[in-house]
């Protein structure tokens, strides 16, 4: 789970034109911040701040905005002011929490999300930020009980179905997760990212038609989403579809071209379809991505070879295949 800022904003009320005035800036940066607008955005936090320097909203909008463009010292400053003027912004908490966690420093990190979770008890979000903390601390048993806690709370909203669908699944309750993902979906159906975890739970039930149908959707939402048609790809492939396999990892390789795994898949399904040349291509592209197992990919670029009667280069590839090219060899390279 990546764990992503909270960007709800409030917007205080005041019957003075001079605080109306700073009201209004902070609304324009509000709507800019929207709209991806982030230079914007910071302009207008800061000229409501100029007009109000007690403007809370005003800090922790503008901090937000620097946490996403990863000024990540100049985020903390805007929360620590935020948090100053009112030591109840929860949000604020969270969003310092997230910047400390990416900057390295856990202990604060985690004092923040305590913090969090002590003034919002029933947002499983503050488990969830915690629980992953946990994760990378090495206290498995922690943050397990963050899941269970989070798995237990009822969400507010159709982002809330997603987290707690991913809790449930990394809690083995592959049911809840796919009620829970499915109720995201039901609540707000323009959602990609939800389709794109539900065909995932699809695909480990082997329920691959399901999975390809959902997947289908966040491509037409985002054609060029590299990571949903390398997943496509694979799922096609499970069904035995290799052509059409091939064809979108060739697409999510145009798209993101290091892509180490991707391109050793595509090498395999090409070598099953007997697109020899185009399979040696391809694991040539996995070993100079950086594959994990380069003695395999090395294995599979020498079986092509051996195909293609490219004798030489397919006993040089075998003798980096390591153990698994030793038959070859001693076959067909003395």
């Given at each position: 789970?990546?764990?992503?800022?909270?960007?709800?904003?409030?917007?205080?009320?005041?019957?003075?034109?001079?605080?109306?005035?700073?009201?209004?800036?902070?609304?324009?940066?509000?709507?800019?911040?929207?709209?991806?607008?982030?230079?914007?955005?910071?302009?207008?936090?800061?000229?409501?701040?100029?007009?109000?320097?007690?403007?809370?909203?005003?800090?922790?909008?503008?901090?937000?905005?620097?946490?996403?463009?990863?000024?990540?010292?100049?985020?903390?400053?805007?929360?620590?002011?935020?948090?100053?003027?009112?030591?109840?912004?929860?949000?604020?908490?969270?969003?310092?929490?997230?910047?400390?966690?990416?900057?390295?420093?856990?202990?604060?990190?985690?004092?923040?999300?305590?913090?969090?979770?002590?003034?919002?008890?029933?947002?499983?979000?503050?488990?969830?930020?915690?629980?992953?903390?946990?994760?990378?601390?090495?206290?498995?048993?922690?943050?397990?009980?963050?899941?269970?806690?989070?798995?237990?709370?009822?969400?507010?909203?159709?982002?809330?179905?997603?987290?707690?669908?991913?809790?449930?699944?990394?809690?083995?309750?592959?049911?809840?997760?796919?009620?829970?993902?499915?109720?995201?979906?039901?609540?707000?159906?323009?959602?990609?990212?939800?389709?794109?975890?539900?065909?995932?739970?699809?695909?480990?039930?082997?329920?691959?038609?399901?999975?390809?149908?959902?997947?289908?959707?966040?491509?037409?939402?985002?054609?060029?989403?590299?990571?949903?048609?390398?997943?496509?790809?694979?799922?096609?492939?499970?069904?035995?579809?290799?052509?059409?396999?091939?064809?979108?990892l060739k697409k999510s390789l145009s798209i993101k071209n290091r892509q180490p795994n991707v391109w050793f898949d595509l090498g395999y399904y090409q070598l099953e379809l007997k697109q020899f040349q185009d399979?040696?291509?391809?694991?040539?592209?996995?070993?100079?991505?950086?594959?994990?197992?380069?003695?395999?990919?090395?294995?599979?670029?020498?079986?092509?070879?051996?195909?293609?009667?490219?004798?030489?280069?397919a006993c040089n590839s075998m003798s980096k295949a390591g153990a698994m090219g030793l038959e070859h060899l001693q076959k067909h390279c003395r």
């Open positions: 789970m990546t764990r992503k800022f909270i960007a709800a904003l409030f917007l205080t009320v005041s019957s003075s034109v001079f605080s109306q005035t700073a009201e209004q800036w902070l609304a324009s940066a509000n709507n800019k911040m929207e709209e991806g607008n982030t230079l914007g955005a910071i302009r207008d936090y800061t000229s409501a701040i100029e007009l109000n320097r007690n403007l809370t909203d005003a800090y922790f909008g503008r901090g937000s905005v620097y946490a996403e463009l990863l000024s990540y010292d100049m985020a903390v400053k805007d929360f620590n002011k935020a948090i100053e003027l009112d030591s109840n912004s929860a949000m604020a908490f969270f969003n310092r929490g997230v910047v400390y966690e990416a900057k390295g420093y856990r202990a604060s990190a985690l004092n923040d999300f305590n913090h969090y979770i002590s003034l919002r008890p029933a947002d499983l979000q503050g488990y969830l930020a915690r629980a992953e903390l946990f994760i990378k601390e090495g206290k498995t048993t922690e943050a397990m009980s963050d899941y269970e806690r989070a798995s237990k709370l009822e969400p507010v909203d159709y982002e809330g179905y997603l987290s707690r669908s991913e809790v449930n699944l990394i809690l083995g309750d592959t049911a809840g997760a796919l009620r829970d993902i499915s109720h995201c979906i039901d609540l707000h159906p323009q959602e990609s990212q939800a389709y794109f975890f539900r065909a995932n739970i699809y695909a480990a039930q082997n329920l691959l038609n399901k999975a390809i149908d959902d997947m289908n959707l966040v491509i037409l939402d985002k054609p060029n989403n590299a990571e949903a048609l390398a997943k496509r790809g694979f799922f096609y492939a499970k069904s035995g579809i290799l052509e059409a396999a091939v064809e979108d399979a040696i291509l391809s694991f040539q592209n996995s070993l100079a991505t950086g594959i994990v197992d380069p003695e395999l990919a090395y294995y599979n670029k020498g079986v092509a070879e051996f195909a293609l009667n490219k004798k030489q280069e």
